[in-house]
């Protein structure tokens, strides 16, 4: 969260099974060295944040996500003390034990460079309907500036459709938080409402913007549950029904008929299931639930 307005955080892991005592001075010192660190190198952090800040408000494309880069690391000294596996007394098989009689120092590699592994073309605004309070609220707690529409407004902007993703079997900070989403994008005429909000993302909070709205970044607002109620379908089709209709639509459309041709052609599992094929169908006529994975938050491109 701190790197995306260019800030230095920092994680402290002193919340072992350790006396109490030990966990509060490991923290103070921690604290102290950082202090430290930062007033001796204040002049060339203050630098290479400036620097850093406009080179993000320059840029027209930023990165979602990261992977480690495996053709370059740094070597640390790492301090540590060695261990034996041991019988454990509870359990009777074997277990960790670390000798603080035997301390040791030696070098490790660290792996501490990446390379994006996901990139997006930073639009000139994201527009948000009113009723996403919630994410709305979020861009306020943040210092984010936006504009709020004064009257009804259709404009053309960039669509998405949510096409795949995946969720966690079990809570994560509260949360079933969703991964490797992929959206399928589209340019269209979309009418905004008034009292619908516009952030520009020419802003000291670019970043931040771009990271949330964007549903493919790993924490964007999407992945962590915010937007989960254009999950469900609540429209669907009875199949005795549907069948006339889909062989009137069928008949009515050849494009649509090659289509459907096509995809039994080479897909076994769609040609032997019928009730995939009426689904399909369903989600290719004008019937089928325009709400449903349809990504709320749109993309203004400049130009």
């Not at 009418?191 to 909000?197: H, L, M």
């Not at 020419?202 to 992945?223: C, H, M, W």
Request: net charge negative.
């Amino acid at each position: 969260y701190t790197t995306l307005f260019n800030t230095i955080g920092m994680m402290v892991e002193t919340h072992m099974l350790k006396p109490y005592e030990m966990r509060v001075k490991g923290t103070y010192e921690l604290m102290k060295s950082m202090i430290e660190i930062t007033d001796h190198l204040a002049k060339n952090i203050v630098e290479r944040r400036e620097a850093q800040t406009q080179a993000i408000l320059n840029s027209k494309t930023l990165p979602l996500d990261w992977e480690i880069d495996t053709t370059q690391s740094s070597t640390i000294s790492f301090k540590g003390y060695e261990a034996d596996y041991i019988e454990s007394d509870v359990t009777n098989a074997e277990r960790l034990k670390y000798d603080k009689k035997r301390p040791f120092e030696k070098p490790v590699v660290y792996s501490n460079y990446y390379t994006p592994k996901l990139e997006v073309e930073v639009p000139e605004a994201y527009i948000i309907p009113q009723q996403w309070y919630g994410v709305i609220e979020l861009m306020k707690l943040n210092a984010i500036n936006y504009q709020t529409l004064k009257k009804d407004t259709t404009l053309t902007v960039e669509s998405y459709k949510i096409d795949t993703y995946e969720t966690r079997r079990s809570p994560y900070e509260g949360h079933y938080q969703h991964y490797n989403t992929t959206v399928k994008s589209t340019t269209k005429d979309v009418t905004f409402r008034q009292g619908d909000i516009v952030v520009n993302t020419a802003q000291f909070g670019k970043r931040y913007i771009v990271e949330t709205l964007e549903p493919q970044a790993p924490d964007s607002f999407f992945n962590w549950n915010f937007f989960d109620t254009i999950l469900q379908q609540k429209e669907g089709f009875s199949p005795y029904v549907w069948e006339d209709i889909a062989a009137r639509l069928l008949k009515l459309d050849p494009k649509l008929q090659i289509k459907f041709n096509v995809k039994k052609s080479y897909d076994p599992d769609f040609a032997n299931n019928w009730f995939a094929q009426l689904d399909w169908l369903h989600k290719q006529s004008p019937y089928y639930e325009e709400a449903h994975m349809q990504y709320p938050v749109y993309r203004l491109i400049s130009g």
